[in-house]
């Protein structure tokens, strides 16, 4: 079993910074892609916001290119998503995504409980 746990969420005004972590633990045996994505009352489908593949390519949503930055730190299985210049249309729940494939092969994604991003004035 994987545990997934984000932090770094919070209220923050028009034009501000936050910086988002994703920590996974437990029995890992290779984290293949990392990925943030959100999602808001409105729309309750989750939105995939940044990916970042274990060979470090990344991808990002139009929305916040040029804004967020998704980065990994292999040895600490901690992925983070830096967002800058934030908007009150970035406001939503962020989820981390961590694909993990097991010694046997077996490939799985587990999923963070989620981490609350405001942006308000």
């Known amino acids: 079993q994987v545990e997934v746990v984000e932090s770094g969420g919070g209220l923050v005004q028009p034009g501000g910074t936050l910086r988002l972590s994703c920590a996974a633990s437990?029995?890992?045996?290779?984290?293949?892609?990392m990925a943030w994505y959100r999602q808001t009352p409105e729309n309750r489908a989750r939105e995939l916001v940044a990916?970042?593949?274990?060979?470090?390519?990344?991808h990002y949503t139009d929305s916040v290119k040029d804004r967020f930055t998704i980065s990994r730190d292999n040895a600490k299985n901690t992925v983070y998503l830096q967002m800058t210049n934030l908007k009150p249309e970035d406001t939503a729940d962020y989820y981390c995504?961590?694909?993990?494939?097991?010694?046997?092969?077996?490939?799985?994604?587990?999923w963070g409980q989620g981490t609350q991003v405001t942006v308000s004035s």
């Open positions: 995504k961590v694909d993990h494939k097991y010694a046997q092969g077996i490939l799985f994604s587990y």
């Open positions: 990916l970042i593949s274990d060979d470090d390519s990344t």
């Open positions: 437990g029995n890992i045996f290779r984290i293949y892609d």
